[in-house]
């Protein structure tokens, strides 16, 4: 077992050249990993194929319940392939209860479940988005200013009735501070929804994209380029909430990750 602490202060990883050398304790649940190859290297996880950029830009992450072992293959350039079995730390997830949501949005009724239904499904073909682009690279800047309020991967339990883990990182902050890009990337989703309230979806390039929702305006539109720090929208209370603050999601394709550690420290 690992704790939040030790798992706050672990760098993003990287691979060069054709030896593989990847410290046990940089890999756990929830973990983003990027970093660089030889340009030219391809990369498989668990027989599944990885996206090299130009540079030698590689990205991949494992997501709150990830098994224990993970086996990561390279292939160089010149053909050698080697092959390594990772180790992937166990976390301890806390549990957060939260009182005071209005019944209907613990248990919605029937219209408003086909609404969910449709809305997930038109999140998801978001976040399948698979480009070239390798925004993701660049360091990450605080999505915006306030009080941590809720941290990934955290039990909830809503009025009392338990309910799936916490998918997201919570910024508790006064309606109208601004929300900002974490990074260059382009919209790939700008809507609003049951749960999520206003919300906006950016694609950074090879799986990786960041979500940003309960906004009370969003000052982007789907297709448009976002440049790093670029203003987005504002902080709301709009979905479910008990107030004011910024969900903030990050994932991997469809694996939603722990984006605390790799993200500025919170400042209100």
């Given at each position: 077992?690992?704790?939040?602490?030790a798992?706050?202060a672990?760098?993003s990883?990287?691979?060069a050249?054709?030896?593989l050398?990847?410290p046990?304790?940089?890999l756990?649940?929830?973990g983003?990993v990027r970093g660089r190859v030889t340009?030219?290297?391809?990369?498989a996880?668990?027989?599944?194929?990885?996206?090299?950029?130009?540079?030698g830009?590689?990205v991949?992450?494992?997501?709150r319940?990830?098994a224990?072992?993970?086996?990561?293959t390279?292939t160089?350039?010149?053909g050698?392939?080697?092959?390594q079995?990772?180790?992937?730390?166990?976390?301890?997830?806390?549990?957060?209860?939260?009182t005071g949501?209005p019944?209907?949005?613990?248990?919605?009724d029937?219209?408003?479940?086909r609404?969910i239904?449709a809305?997930?499904e038109r999140?998801a073909?978001?976040?399948?988005?698979?480009?070239?682009?390798?925004d993701?690279?660049?360091?990450?800047?605080?999505?915006?200013?306030g009080r941590?309020?809720?941290?990934f991967?955290?039990?909830?339990i809503?009025?009392?009735e338990?309910r799936q883990p916490h998918?997201?990182?919570d910024i508790?902050?006064?309606?109208?501070?601004?929300i900002r890009s974490?990074?260059?990337?382009?919209v790939?989703?700008?809507?609003?929804?049951?749960?999520?309230?206003?919300l906006v979806v950016i694609?950074h390039g090879?799986g990786?994209?960041?979500?940003y929702?309960h906004?009370?305006?969003q000052?982007v539109?789907?297709?448009e380029?976002?440049?790093?720090g670029q203003?987005?929208?504002?902080v709301g209370?709009t979905g479910r909430?008990?107030?004011?603050h910024l969900?903030?999601?990050l994932s991997w394709?469809?694996?939603w990750?722990?984006?605390?550690?790799?993200?500025?420290?919170v400042?209100?």
């Amino acid at each position: 077992m690992i704790g939040r602490r030790a798992a706050l202060a672990l760098p993003s990883l990287l691979l060069a050249g054709p030896a593989l050398a990847l410290p046990p304790e940089g890999l756990v649940q929830g973990g983003l990993v990027r970093g660089r190859v030889t340009p030219g290297t391809r990369l498989a996880l668990d027989g599944r194929a990885l996206r090299v950029g130009p540079g030698g830009e590689y990205v991949f992450g494992f997501g709150r319940d990830h098994a224990a072992e993970a086996v990561l293959t390279l292939t160089a350039p010149g053909g050698r392939t080697d092959q390594q079995r990772l180790t992937i730390a166990r976390r301890d997830w806390p549990v957060q209860r939260i009182t005071g949501l209005p019944p209907a949005q613990v248990t919605p009724d029937p219209e408003a479940l086909r609404r969910i239904t449709a809305e997930r499904e038109r999140l998801a073909a978001a976040r399948a988005t698979d480009s070239a682009r390798v925004d993701f690279a660049t360091d990450f800047l605080l999505p915006a200013h306030g009080r941590i309020s809720g941290v990934f991967g955290s039990q909830r339990i809503l009025n009392g009735e338990p309910r799936q883990p916490h998918f997201g990182f919570d910024i508790a902050a006064p309606t109208g501070t601004p929300i900002r890009s974490i990074a260059p990337g382009q919209v790939v989703l700008a809507a609003d929804f049951f749960f999520f309230g206003r919300l906006v979806v950016i694609d950074h390039g090879h799986g990786v994209n960041s979500l940003y929702a309960h906004m009370s305006e969003q000052t982007v539109a789907e297709g448009e380029r976002i440049g790093v720090g670029q203003r987005i929208g504002a902080v709301g209370a709009t979905g479910r909430v008990t107030g004011p603050h910024l969900h903030f999601g990050l994932s991997w394709y469809s694996t939603w990750l722990d984006a605390q550690p790799v993200l500025p420290a919170v400042t209100g």
